[in-house]
């Protein structure tokens, strides 16, 4: 089962990677060069990952073509989103929460490089909340989240 304390970890670790690109390039590249060196740090890490996973929609049993890709699912569990921006504008943090509950993933990370400091205000974490209520509620099995 997993439990909080293995979330935790598991996005204290992936924060830790970004931290460590960051501290080696810092601000100011572009997206797709701290993309293969975040993945680089990831596998370095010693944590799995997909990328550029593609996220089915499914609406009344039909599979709709969106073409919705995310930038990394790390362990199968926590969706990570990264970017190079001026701000973290509220349509990325809505575009993980989709990710997140599409897929039924627990958590996600928003990565943003182009900060000062990854920790303070280069990162926003979120939780899917309809199955954290599932699982307080042991309602796993039957839980409608995605």
Same mark, same amino acid.
């Given at each position: 089962m997993i439990?909080?304390?293995?979330l935790d970890e598991l996005t204290y670790r992936i924060i830790g990677c970004a931290i460590e690109v960051h501290k %080696?390039?810092?601000?100011? =590249? =572009? %997206?797709s060069i701290y993309d293969k060196c975040?993945?680089? %740090?990831?596998?370095?890490?010693?944590?799995? $990952?997909?990328?550029?996973? $593609?996220v089915p929609v499914f609406y009344r049993? !039909?599979? =709709?073509?969106?073409?919705?890709? !995310?930038?990394l699912l790390i362990e199968d569990l926590i969706v990570v989103e990264l970017k190079?921006?001026?701000a973290l504008h509220p349509l990325y943090e809505a575009q993980l929460l989709t990710y997140m509950k599409l897929l039924q993933k627990p958590k996600g990370v928003l990565i943003n490089f182009n900060c000062i400091n990854i920790f303070k205000n280069g990162q926003r974490t979120r939780v899917n909340v309809c199955m954290q209520l599932c699982q307080k509620h042991n309602y796993v099995s039957m839980c409608l989240c995605g």
């Open positions: 439990t909080q304390k293995i %080696e390039l810092g601000p100011g =590249l =572009l %997206e975040f993945r680089s %740090e990831i596998s370095r890490s010693g944590l799995q $990952y997909q990328c550029q996973l $593609y049993g !039909l599979q =709709l073509d969106t073409e919705l890709r !995310l930038d190079a921006v001026d």
